[in-house]
């Protein structure tokens, strides 16, 4: 996401689709710094 360089308050719509066409309307509340002692999940496709 990092990469798209939204900014706070931004707004875009995500569409997941395994055939069903779900919408997803998202907005950027806030741009956290990453903290080394966690994991988070990652994303991969197909």
Request: hydrophobic fraction near 30%; charge should be positive.
């Given at each position: 996401?990092?990469?798209?360089k939204?900014?706070?308050?931004?707004?875009?719509?995500?569409?997941?689709?395994?055939?069903?066409?779900?919408?997803?309307?998202?907005?950027?509340?806030?741009?956290?710094?990453?903290?080394?002692?966690?994991?988070?999940?990652?994303?991969?496709?197909?």
């Amino acid at each position: 996401m990092t990469d798209f360089k939204f900014r706070i308050n931004e707004r875009f719509r995500y569409e997941h689709d395994f055939g069903d066409c779900w919408q997803h309307s998202v907005r950027i509340e806030a741009r956290l710094p990453l903290e080394k002692k966690h994991t988070y999940p990652s994303l991969a496709s197909c």
